[in-house]
């Protein structure tokens, strides 16, 4: 599995399966579910109930990939010019 934390994820979040491994909130780590919206500064996940998540305060996992969510700041769209 390929672990890159410094690259901003270039596809779209909506639909992934996300689990948190770090953040600032102790509260959000192992949180887990599916994401069903994305704004500027947050990742909205479902699992039993849905959760705001700010992007700014946690390192997430996709498909065995570290993503954090300071990289990910910003529309999704202009990310996936990038």
């Known amino acids: 599995m ?21 953040s600032t909130n102790n509260n959000l780590i192992g949180l887990k579910g599916k994401v069903i919206d994305e704004t500027k500064n947050i990742i909205i996940i479902k699992n039993e109930k849905m959760k705001k998540i700010p992007k ?7 498909k065995g ?13 202009d990310r996936l010019k990038k």
């Open 2 to 22: 390929k672990n890159s934390s410094r690259n901003a994820f270039r596809r779209e979040l909506v639909g992934e399966k996300i689990e948190i491994v770090s």
């Open 56 to 62: 700014n305060q946690v390192t997430i996992k996709i």
């Open 65 to 77: 990939i570290l993503i954090e969510g300071k990289n990910l700041i910003g529309r999704s769209e």
